[in-house]
């Protein structure tokens, strides 16, 4: 038996094809799937390497060659972008969470993520709570991050590298405008009345690294802008190279996000949350 289909094999073309029986029974085996457990499904970080980072460090035994303060580091395909050149990207989703550590003083390591349950804050004192990073009677860190699932995009080829990218610190402000952007977004149906705020996935975003500077010394900080092109037009991502496929892999990846299977697959401990401006206006 053959079926006749429509397939969208680019932004503005389609073409016909067909299914043969081989395909239809692809089908419905790929529909008997078994969906995996909570913490089955991982994926990287994308980290700013800064100056204290151990990947930095010439010698020591988490050097990565070739890495730079300022520069994105994929935690697992070890791929690093300058900070200058940045990324395009698609993003997915996001989420908060809060993490308590043994500081490095004391011998460092992670004891509980604890998420968005505020229980940590019992272990504060009551001036701890709403600081931007509090400190526990025993003298724990806690770590407030904002994580968003991202697609690294290949402006060439339209390749997707899946990542969650952190955010900590004052670059919490830096997700509060990121997290404006999204839901900034508006876009008018072809009835020319309905307008709405499309998936976060439906436009691209340009993320580089910029260089801060205080009178206690120097870190990066991630800055995004909307992708756009020559004529000054939000990139779409079926735009891209293989956009289409992309656009049906984030759609994938969101169900999967929203129902808690995909998880990030480490954690790094903060090396200096102290030398940020302001910390008490960024809001979490």
């Known amino acids: 038996m053959v079926k006749r289909v429509s397939r969208m094999d680019s932004v503005t073309e389609q073409l016909p094809a067909t299914l043969t029986a081989e395909e239809e029974e692809l089908i419905k085996l790929a529909q008997k799937n078994t969906k995996f457990d909570r913490n089955e499904l991982v994926v990287p970080r994308l980290k ?4 204290l980072s151990p990947e930095v460090q010439d010698g020591g035994n988490q050097y990565v060659n070739g890495a730079k303060p300022g520069m994105l580091y994929n935690t697992s395909s070890g791929k690093l972008t300058p900070g200058q050149e940045g990324m395009i990207c698609c993003i997915i989703g996001h989420q908060k969470q809060v993490i308590e550590w043994i500081p490095r003083s004391a011998g460092s390591g992670l004891v509980k993520i604890w998420g968005m349950d ?28 904002r994580s968003f699932l991202i697609f690294d995009i290949d402006p060439k080829t339209g390749a997707d590298d899946p990542s969650f990218f952190n955010m900590k610190g004052t670059s919490n402000r830096v997700a509060s405008h990121l997290s404006t952007m999204l839901t900034q977004v508006r876009l008018k149906m072809g009835d020319g009345k309905t307008i709405i705020t499309p998936p976060y996935y439906y436009y691209l975003y340009k993320c580089t690294i910029e260089r801060m500077t205080n009178e206690k010394g120097t870190w990066w900080s991630p800055k995004f802008v909307k992708y756009t092109n020559d004529k000054g037009e939000h990139v779409r991502t079926q735009d891209m190279p293989n956009g289409q496929e992309t656009f049906e892999k984030a759609k994938l990846f969101q169900t999967q996000f929203l129902e808690g299977t995909i ?19 960024v809001a979490f």
């Open 48 to 51: 700013i390497l800064q100056p």
């Open 263 to 281: 998880q990030q697959d480490t954690f790094d401990q903060p090396i200096d949350t102290n030398n940020d401006l302001d910390g008490d206006a």
């Open 118 to 145: 505020d229980g940590w804050k019992a272990l504060c004192e009551p001036d701890q709570r709403e600081a931007l990073n509090p400190v526990t009677k025993d003298g724990h860190t806690i770590d407030k991050q």
